[in-house]
């Protein structure tokens, strides 16, 4: 078969800020580039664990053999972006002098990193309330300099105009926007990527996949996200496996890198749906990584729209290297979801729900639901999910 017709909405806006410069050691540039940015007095953010592997010192040697002044390493950042780290974080900027951040991490030290900004660059001290308004456009203003070194290929957060917070008293996770918060600079350094293990890998390329489909079958979707999610995908199948089984490949790592940035710049333009949703809710109540979440229902979510958007699932198909032309439309499309689970066995992500202690029991699978069904993004689904579907889902993936 040949692919039909792909419809989309006749208004669609598309739109990434974000520089990108690629290169196995990409990080010699920093200083100039910080410079053009007009930065001086330069905050590094990132976690222990990457201080820790040495993965730091590469970029804060960058800052220390030029001109520009080291105002600090603030490496305290934790698991998911919570509000007290975020203003904890701001509080550190601005008792440093800093006039300009260099992010080092994935999604969870990028997304702080972002939140800090905003607070930074509006004069703010706690996030919370601004986290409760979900969407910070009405007057916007262009944030203090900022380049973003991602060191796990999954989020994209380096050049989304979005981050995820973690409200730990309500427990819930908030999506927030703003037109200027990604990165001025996305550095993509696969030299920096080299020592992530082989787990992380393959989950965080497994979030990195999910941006890619959700994005294309989101009702969002358009032409210009279409294009970066199928070529991400393509990348991603090819290579994943190659990172997760040659951590030292650099060209697989570049692939992956380049991927999880293309995947970025698709979703945050159409949103993702319902495997987000439920990934959401997984990681605010059992602590599940947001790339393991995504990874074991994103082939469910994916069979459960299949009936209203099997276009586009042939599209995914055959970018993840299925043979479309002998098949009819709805076979063709049904093979995405064996795809991504061949993909998910030969990188060795295995769980299901079970393993993190989800039970199939209603009642206790109600607050998941209930979480779930309340996400922001479910509505980008391409399939309208009642919250009997949720429960249907999750059930399946324990
Ligand atoms: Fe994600």
Partial sequence: MKYQPISFEPFFGWVNRSRVLYSPGVRKELAYELSQLGAR????????????????????????????????IFDNIQQDARISNINDGAEHYRSSGADSMVVVGGGS??????????????????????AEQAGLWEGAKPLPPHIAFPTTAGTGCEVTNAMVVLDVDSKTKLSVTHPF????????????????????????????????IEGITSVGAEPISDALGLHAIRLISTFLPVAV?????????????IAATMAGMCFCNTMTGATHATAHALGALYGIPHGIANAIMLPWVMEFNLEDSHQRYVMIADALGVDIQSEDAITAASKAAQAVRRLKESIGLNETLKDFGVQPDSEQLAPLVELAAGDGQISYNPRYVEESDLLMLFTKAI
Avoid: W
């Avoid at 089984?245 to 890198?257: H, K, S, T």
């Fill in 41 to 72: 007095n330069v905050m590094v953010y990132t976690d222990k664990g990457l201080s820790e592997a040495g993965i730091v010192e590469k970029i804060v040697q960058q800052i220390s053999q030029s001109d520009l002044k080291l105002a600090g």
């Fill in 245 to 257: 089984e040659r951590p030292e490949d650099l060209e697989a790592r570049g692939a992956m890198l």
């Fill in 181 to 212: 918060c990604n990165s001025d600079i996305a550095m993509l350094d696969p030299e920096l990527t080299t020592t992530l293990p082989p787990k992380i890998t393959a989950f965080t390329g497994m979030d990195a996949l999910t941006h890619a």
């Fill in 109 to 130: 030290v990028m997304d702080t990193a972002k939140a800090v900004n905003i607070l930074v660059g509006s004069n703010l001290e706690d996030f919370m309330p601004l």
